[in-house]
């Protein structure tokens, strides 16, 4: 079935990887810009190091992707962030993977309690200062303003920003992204009925065509996770800790 062979995915080959089923020597990890985590990564033909995006299949206990959830004690700023229950023998598997990939002996491992009874794995964005809501001039003939369009006397060289929801290419260009980021909330349950299409086989090349969700998955339904993985230390504290950056959410089925 479609979704027994998501389960057993190792990678596309080029993007994603299913840390479960990967094999840990494929991959390295490395540092970028001024940060000093190492992040999973691996060696394009050209030698340049881009960071790995990674796959956990799982089972909601709370979402908060689509509309983001307060964070910190005063409530000013806000998160995106899922927790989850992953397969037990393919996370177990996938902390057997992490562990090799940053020849680490242990990793503390980012978990949650909710509702005071279900651990889960917690992977989430960079929390941020709650955004004041923008116009939205999505519609057909929507003017850009003279600031945003081209400079007089010439057209701007500045960079377009990444998107992490537009392409697998931008998503992998951060290792953390914020709230304030269109971090991408898919629904693919099409591609995962029973009675779907024969022609209708999942790939990580649709992923930017499907649907967006209006809502957040509930409790008890199947998503896959898509993330990157990084480690860090903490100032007096012994050990080495696993982050784990939400880079988007694919509905795979309902409860």
Not at 75 to 102: C, D, H, M
Not at 138 to 166: D, E, M, N, Q
Not at 172 to 178: A, F, G, H, L, P
Request: proline share 6%; charged share 20%; net charge positive.
């Amino acid at each position: 079935s479609a979704l027994q062979k998501l389960v057993t995915f190792a990678t596309d080959g080029a993007y994603v990887i299913n840390p479960a089923r990967q094999d840990p020597c494929s991959v390295v990890t490395t540092t970028f810009g001024q940060s000093i985590n190492p992040v999973l990564s691996w060696a394009l033909r050209s030698g340049q190091m881009v960071r790995v995006i990674c796959m956990s299949l799982g089972f909601v206990f709370t979402c908060n992707v689509v509309f983001p959830a307060s964070f910190g004690k005063q409530g000013t700023q806000s998160v995106k962030s899922i927790l989850f229950g992953p397969v037990r023998a393919e996370w177990e598997r996938t902390v057997g993977f992490f562990g090799s990939a940053f020849k680490q002996d242990s990793l503390g491992v980012p978990t949650f309690t909710a509702s005071q009874r279900y651990v889960g794995i917690s992977i989430r964005t960079f929390p941020s200062e709650v955004a004041p809501a923008l116009p939205d001039i999505s519609f057909i003939g929507a003017t850009p303003t003279k600031r945003s369009g081209k400079k007089a006397g010439g057209s701007t060289s500045a960079k377009v920003p990444s998107v992490p929801s537009r392409s697998l290419l931008e998503m992998r260009d951060k290792t953390t992204w914020s709230t304030n980021d269109d971090v991408g909330a898919w629904d693919g349950t099409e591609y995962f009925k029973r009675n779907k299409k024969p022609s209708m086989k999942f790939s990580f090349d649709v992923l930017h065509t499907l649907p967006r969700l209006t809502a957040d998955p509930n409790f008890g339904d199947t998503v896959m996770v898509l993330y990157s993985a990084s480690t860090y230390r903490r100032d007096n504290v012994a050990g080495t800790s696993l982050s784990l950056n939400l880079y988007g959410i694919v509905l795979v089925s309902r409860k």
